[in-house]
């Protein structure tokens, strides 16, 4: 059974800062990987999606990187700014579903 | 439409009462999945259509909730028996093709808040 973990669960950093978001999953047979935003009450917007295939996707301020075979990926986010603030969520999709994490929460203080 | 449309938007019901939730999804989109989300967790998967037809249904949680497609768009979301437990933000997502395609982007509406009191 497919379980991704997010850590650290929440994070504050002064605007300016460069800063990386975590996530894990138990089992490497994954299509793809995406990370997604969620504001408070909103619905999600995907980020960056990354093909099982892949290394690295950019957008931006946004590297999202993909280690398979150790079940890691992680979220740079560049020169942070105070509209950064979100909850982050990376989701797998393996045979059948899509799996996501419980979000970590980002704070960037002006 | 140019987005995923989910209504109502908020539904306040009574204990034991039935509820129906319904997702419009970008037109083409061939996927379509639901989740749940309760405060402070992330999206819980629930199902998850290809076409008509549910390509796998072992997230919901009981025989209380069932999910259709009859014409492989618009879904809806059926819950029998409401309970507190049930309170919740309904989402949904679709994407141009499956699990199975590398390049699935997923497409989420704004939700479904559902309170049962």
């Known amino acids: 059974k497919q379980e991704v973990t997010q850590i650290p669960a929440a994070l504050s950093v002064p605007e300016g800062e460069n800063l990386v978001l975590n996530c894990s999953f138990t089992d490497s047979a994954i299509y793809n990987l995406q990370w997604f935003r969620q504001d408070p009450g909103k619905g999600l917007t995907s980020l960056l999606l990354i093909q099982s295939s892949q290394r690295e996707q950019t957008s931006g301020r946004l590297n999202a990187s993909l280690d398979k075979s150790s079940g890691r990926s992680t979220l740079y986010i560049a020169a942070s700014q105070p509209g950064d603030s979100a909850t982050y969520l990376c989701?797998?999709?393996?045979?059948?579903?899509?799996?996501f994490g419980k979000g970590t929460r980002l704070h960037i203080l002006p | 439409g140019a987005g995923v449309s989910q209504t109502p938007s908020n539904k306040v019901t009574e204990k034991g009462k039935y509820v129906e939730l319904r997702c419009d999804p970008i037109?083409?989109?061939?996927?379509l999945y639901w989740y749940r989300q309760s405060l402070g967790q992330g999206p819980e998967f629930l199902i998850y259509?290809?076409?008509?037809?549910?390509?796998?249904d072992s997230g919901l949680p009981n025989d209380r909730f069932f999910a259709v497609r009859p014409e492989g768009s618009v879904s809806t979301l059926k819950i029998q028996r409401t309970e507190r437990g049930d309170s919740a933000v309904y989402l949904c997502?679709?994407?141009?093709?499956?699990?199975?395609?590398?390049?699935?982007?997923?497409?989420f509406g704004a939700g479904s808040r559902l309170t049962v009191l």
């Open positions: 997502a679709s994407s141009l093709r499956g699990t199975v395609s590398g390049a699935n982007v997923l497409t």
């Open positions: 259509f290809q076409g008509t037809g549910a390509a796998d």
């Open positions: 037109s083409g989109h061939t996927a």
């Open positions: 989701a797998v999709s393996s045979v059948g579903k899509i799996i």
